[in-house]
């Protein structure tokens, strides 16, 4: 058995799947099946390990917020890059670390350190990094680790 996380898109999954590939290390577009008329019908991606499907699928089932992506990151750096490139060229921005890009699919760019300051032994620091996360979109590490080190 395997298990393959799978994104219906309306037409751009070709070009989706290349955003995917070029932006995040180590992934890799593994096969195209394409239509008689030669443009892609179903591309399956390695991104990073992970099994990902993109179908070219037609209008009826567009992509919403309520299936993303996770990324873990290292570093600022790392947030940064990965959020201006999957923001660009029509991506948005969104709350709290999420974004979609140009295609629609959303994300979420996160660094491994904000699970260790939510996950505390001082509800104080918790709520403070919490607190202070609502107010981003693009999360700020050095922002989250003031709030936390600020809080009583």
């Given at each position: ?6 994104f ?7 070009a ?15 096969d ?32 919403t ?7 873990i ?5 790392e947030?940064d ?7 660009a060229?029509?991506?948005k ?23 260790e ?14 607190t ?19 809080a009583?």
């Amino acid at each position: 058995m395997s298990i393959n996380t799978f994104f219906w898109y309306d037409s751009d999954a070709e070009a989706a799947a290349e955003l995917y590939a070029r932006v995040l290390p180590n992934s890799r577009i593994v096969d195209i099946t394409r239509q008689g008329d030669g443009s892609a019908f179903i591309v399956t991606l390695d991104l990073d390990g992970q099994a990902v499907t993109l179908m070219n699928g037609g209008p009826d089932h567009p992509l919403t917020d309520a299936a993303s992506l996770q990324v873990i990151v290292d570093d600022q750096a790392e947030v940064d890059r990965l959020w201006d490139e999957l923001t660009a060229n029509g991506g948005k921005p969104g709350p709290c670390g999420w974004l979609t890009d140009p295609y629609g699919l959303s994300w979420q760019i996160v660094p491994k350190r904000l699970p260790e300051l939510l996950n505390g032994d001082n509800p104080a620091k918790t709520i403070a990094v919490g607190t202070k996360l609502r107010t981003m979109s693009k999360l700020d590490i050095d922002a989250l680790e003031a709030a936390y080190n600020e809080a009583g």
